[in-house]
């Protein structure tokens, strides 16, 4: 039951934090910290209950291993703080999947549930962040004549080797090598995509009262030759904000991030309904 419990609280959590995440770009606190609480003590209870401590163990496999994650994606400036301490509570809760849940889903899970939801969450990450890219440029459509999607014509060679690899497989590895070529051919107009929209969508001036904790700003910030900013720093904080106040500076150049709390929302729930997408 408290397995169960704990699902609810998260999905939920999860649910309103992606809300939050498009809203304002910021995750309280109370939603992240509160969750990895909420489920340290669900953890503890459900473990005492049953005296099989094997739980917490399990917890904490799942706590170091989704840290590891989500230190990597917060130092490479792929998540903020929220999002990366929201993550670390899903590996506290769901270091396996909760057994109560076999009685309402069938899922497929023939491999790890922690890996079915760090692959899930990906796969929703690349569909919502490719879609979120699309919107913003709709938005944008003044700038768009700005936008080149011309290729060198290398980029060609290596879909069309493996299209014309496919032609000698069985139907299996075919269909994998045609889905390689295609990934092969739009990943060169992607990442032009990307690196127009960082640049000329996702970069601007934003005035210091308008700064969030987190924020990524793209120059080194200093006061009387001291720098109080390295460009370097995974994210603003709230001291740094403050003495920017301090020394009265008015505005600076960030670069907004794409909230990603939906695409761990859509994983997690894709993974607790329907397991793995990749069937072994």
């Known amino acids: 039951m408290f397995d169960l419990i704990l699902a609810v609280i998260v999905v939920l959590v999860l649910f309103v934090s992606s809300i939050i995440d498009l809203k304002t770009r ?36 799942g706590f170091l291993i989704f840290t590891g994650i989500s230190l990597i994606a917060y130092y490479t400036r792929q998540w903020g703080g929220g999002d990366a301490k929201l993550f670390i509570a899903l590996g506290i809760a769901f270091p396996y999947y909760p057994n109560e849940l076999m009685k309402i889903f069938q899922p497929d899970l023939s491999i790890s549930f922690m890996f079915i939801i760090v692959f899930n969450m990906l796969l929703f990450g690349f569909i919502y962040g490719l879609g979120y890219l699309i919107y913003l440029m709709l938005k944008n459509k003044n700038k768009l004549k700005k936008l080149n999607l011309k290729v060198n014509m290398i980029y060609f060679l290596l879909p069309l080797s493996a299209v014309i690899s496919s032609l000698f497989f069985m139907y299996e590895l075919r269909i994998l090598l045609l889905m390689l070529a295609f990934l092969l051919l739009i990943y060169p107009y992607l990442v032009k995509i990307v690196k127009f929209a960082e640049k000329e969508i996702m970069t601007y001036k934003l005035s210091v009262d308008k700064i969030t904790e987190g924020d990524w700003i793209i120059e080194d910030v200093y006061h009387n030759h001291n720098k109080i900013y390295s460009k370097k720093s995974p994210g603003v904080t709230k001291e740094q904000i ?23 929302f859509l994983g997690l729930l894709f993974s607790l309904i329907f397991g793995s997408i990749i069937t072994f």
């Open 26 to 61: 910021e995750i309280p606190d109370k939603f992240s910290i509160g969750l990895i609480i909420i489920a340290v003590i669900l953890k503890l209870l459900h473990s005492y209950e049953i005296s099989n401590y094997s739980i917490l163990l399990n917890s904490l496999y």
């Open 242 to 264: 403050g003495l920017f106040k301090k020394y009265k500076i008015k505005e600076l150049i960030i670069r907004e991030g794409i909230p990603f709390v939906p695409a761990i």
